[in-house]
């Protein structure tokens, strides 16, 4: 056993247990937050949930992997918005085609899908998919920090810091343009940066096997430090209220929306650096290893769980003989449509999974 964690933990090629479990646990939290569209748990979800993947990104970029700037593009390309197209259409499709077959009020079928090149979360586009602007504006994350990252990392840490500064005057203090309209969220990308920097240079400078080490040394300093960080997260969402970064909102107090969002990715990574040496980990239950399975594919429930999300919700009002928002807005109800869109979401990535075997042994 202890040779296999070996393995997993030296080099940059191998996955991390942690790093996937966390993503597993920030995507549920990203389906419950498209949910529950009110109250506290969804100021609290938001708080942090789309840092925390932007962070997530930073700890697993290698600038060594990649000889020069047009391989990173292509795979990257490959990855990120090749899936992010195909996705795309193919939502468009379900969702023209089931608007034109109930007679749905639609002002442009066409526009949607136009609006996948300019790929913004803001301002009503991407109606068949809002959650894809995610993908488009990572990448533009990741080709900024590319040539940021060559710098020393004190330059490094500064530039991102003015990148997020930049886009929250962009965002917030410019009245001569509209920002929130500029194409891949690039605005949003501003304010990502600094978390994908953060996350980059803290395996940077400890490693994988050192972060581990700190934690398994000190797991009652670890514990009390994710409560803590919580009740930040907590007390900063009950502030500053619920914000959305796709919708380019980091809500009244910038400092606190930064605050939150790092307390609450260093508490979920503290969580889940826990959860990799429980027991049922090492002895490869199941349940984490379901866990684990969920946060590899997480890209394919990012692009899966919203549509089908707004069906069961939908379906859940009509049940009950109630509005979609107060749907939304029950917590039983909302519980009832994110079990239901868990299990369809789990259904269609296996669905998903076999088929993408299925046309690789095929070629």
């Not at 393995?7 to 940059?12: P, Q, S």
């Not at 970029?61 to 990257?76: E, G, I, L, Q």
């Amino acid at each position: 056993m202890e040779k296999s964690k070996t393995l997993k933990i030296v080099g940059g090629g191998g996955r991390n247990d942690y790093i996937d479990i966390a993503k597993a646990l920030g995507m549920l939290l990203v389906v419950w937050g498209h949910i529950k569209l009110t109250g506290i748990s969804n100021a609290f979800v938001y708080a942090f949930h789309m840092p925390l993947f932007f962070f997530l990104s930073g700890m697993v970029f290698s600038h060594s992997r990649y000889p020069s700037f047009s391989c990173f593009v292509k795979r990257k390309f490959k990855t990120l918005l090749l899936p992010y197209v195909l996705f795309s259409v193919f939502w468009w499709i379900v969702w023209a085609s089931f608007s034109y077959i109930t007679h749905a009020e639609v002002e442009s079928y066409w526009n949607p899908l136009l609006q996948t090149l300019i790929a913004q979360g803001s301002e009503g586009f991407l109606v068949h998919n809002v959650p894809l602007w995610f993908v488009p504006c990572l990448f533009v994350v990741e080709c900024m920090y590319f040539f940021i990252s060559k710098l020393p990392d004190i330059w490094n840490v500064l530039i991102c810091v003015f990148c997020a500064i930049l886009g929250y005057f962009m965002i917030y203090r410019c009245s001569f343009f509209d920002f929130k309209l500029l194409p891949w969220s690039i605005e949003v990308a501003l304010l990502a940066i600094v978390f994908y920097c953060v996350g980059n240079l803290i395996v940077e400078k400890y490693g994988h096997k050192k972060i581990r080490d700190i934690v398994d040394g000190n797991k009652i300093i670890s514990w009390c430090g994710l409560i803590v960080g919580f009740i930040i997260v907590y007390l900063v969402a009950c502030k500053n209220g619920s914000i959305t970064m796709g919708h380019s909102s980091i809500g009244p107090y910038p400092l606190l929306f930064y605050i939150g969002a790092f307390c609450g990715v260093f508490s979920m990574l503290l969580l889940c650096l826990l959860m990799e040496d429980w027991k049922w980990n090492k002895e490869n239950h199941w349940t984490l290893k379901s866990i684990k399975w969920f946060g590899m594919n997480s890209f394919n429930a990012m692009a899966i769980h919203n549509p089908i999300k707004g069906f069961i919700v939908v379906s859940v009002a009509i049940l009950f003989s109630c509005s979609k928002e107060m749907v939304q807005s029950s917590t039983g109800l909302s519980i009832i449509c994110f079990l239901m869109t868990l299990i369809i979401t789990v259904l269609l990535m296996i669905g998903l999974e076999w088929l993408k075997k299925k046309f690789a042994k095929q070629r």
